[in-house]
């Protein structure tokens, strides 16, 4: 049984902690311990193709119902596809953006059901370093830039410095939205009282958890953990420590995250309504300071990750392959590496158990991985000066 690193843990973490590891003993022998994987295999049969250079700190890309595409720049800007390139387009009346460490301008989708003027969705950091939270604005694209800008939501608690924001937005087949939110941050980050990454088993905040939102941000039905005490009504999920990437199989209805964990142990999870998947109290990683195990592998009542990968690729973005260049490659996720710098693709069977992994050297950080309505698979580089790149057969 791994060792349970309580420098870190709140007396009632601490409680809870040595609780459920004295349960989890008991359903070791049903839950099954998930076995990391260090580097994937090379994948054969492809070749980059680059689409476009120069765009400042990208972030997330969407498509319009005409088939261009947005952009974001971390730094505060939306960029439109114009031709082969993409011109900065303006965004008027953004709240207060906090654009230090890993906050600024992320996520963006654009309402699937929008044929014109479409509402555009973007995820971001506001506040100062003293009082930060992550938010969803919502505007509408008119042509030439997205305007009548107005936030939906906003995380409940604030907190301070620049980590663990989350956050990508993944929009379902009934209209409704998933939104991820991080922990809030490494030890000895606090938010309120707690230590933040204690938050992600608090359900009464935001942080740690996906969010199931309506079009307008409010929750969907009385959530999914009513009757809980204290449940914020927007959770779908807790327990989670840093989610950067969603994606839909939309055949069989599955939603996988990819998620960061400290030292090695990021994970692919198969996202349910109400589950609790273990953060900080059931992981595979181990604690940046102490290099000692965060919690237990297996703890009782807690969801196991599908993948796990150590060391850490530093997923971010994430994609469902359904395009017909590559049909050995249907079924399959594509996660990109930050740290890694390449894109790692996991094929499941029918049932979603995964069956192979593979690994496409791409020699820079790869911040999002998206599937065009094309069937092409579109890659950012997270650099100052970053590129979109094309998986294309070779």
């Known amino acids: 049984m ?23 003993v008991a359903v070791n022998a049903m839950a099954q311990e998930v076995t990391p994987v260090d580097q994937p295999p090379a994948a054969k049969g492809w070749q980059l193709d ?30 439109l596809q114009d031709g082969k390139g993409f011109k900065e387009i303006p965004v008027p009346g953004l709240p207060q953006l906090f654009a230090s460490g890993q906050g ?56 301070s410095g620049g980590q663990h924001f989350g956050s990508r937005l993944l929009f379902l087949a009934d209209g409704t939205m998933l939104m991820s939110i991080g922990d809030g941050g490494n030890p000895p980050q606090r938010v309120g009282t707690m230590l933040a990454r204690e938050q992600a088993q608090n359900l009464a905040t935001h942080q740690g958890k996906i969010l199931h939102l309506t079009a307008e941000g409010k929750p969907v039905g009385k959530g999914a953990l009513a009757g809980k005490p204290n449940a914020q009504p927007e959770i ?96 399959s996720l594509f996660s990109g590496g930050l740290a890694s710098k390449d894109v790692r693709r996991v094929q499941f069977d029918a049932a979603g158990k995964v069956t192979a992994q593979d690994s496409f050297d791409i020699g820079k950080r790869v911040r999002d991985v998206r599937q ?23």
């Open 2 to 24: 791994s060792v349970i690193d309580t420098r870190f843990l709140s007396k009632k973490m601490v409680r809870t902690a040595v609780l459920t590891a004295v349960a989890g």
């Open 50 to 79: 680059t689409v476009a250079t120069g765009l400042p700190q990208p972030w997330g890309l969407a498509w319009l119902p005409d088939g261009r595409m947005l952009i974001t720049g971390k730094k505060g800007t939306l960029h």
């Open 104 to 159: 600024g301008l992320l996520d963006i989708a654009v309402h699937p059901a929008d044929k014109t003027n479409p509402r555009v969705y973007m995820t971001m950091a506001s506040g100062s370093d003293d009082d930060n939270r992550t938010v969803l604005v919502q505007g509408v694209f008119d042509g030439k830039q997205v305007s009548g800008i107005k936030t939906l939501f906003s995380v409940k608690q604030g907190k």
């Open 236 to 331: 779908y999920s807790y327990g989670h420590r840093n989610v950067q990437g969603l994606a839909l199989d939309a055949k069989s209805g599955r939603v996988y995250a990819s998620e960061h964990g400290a030292r090695g142990g990021d994970e692919i999870n198969v996202v349910e309504a109400g589950k609790n998947y273990g953060w900080p109290l059931q992981s595979y990683t181990l604690d940046y300071t102490t290099r000692e195990p965060v919690g237990q592998k297996v703890v009782a009542g807690m969801t196991q990750p599908v993948v796990v990968w150590t060391p850490s690729p530093g997923p971010s973005g994430l994609a469902f392959y359904t395009g017909k260049a590559f049909p050995q490659w249907q079924g």
């Open 372 to 394: 065009g309505p094309d069937g092409e698979l579109y890659l950012l580089t997270d650099e100052a000066s970053g590129s979109l790149l094309r998986i294309v057969p070779k």
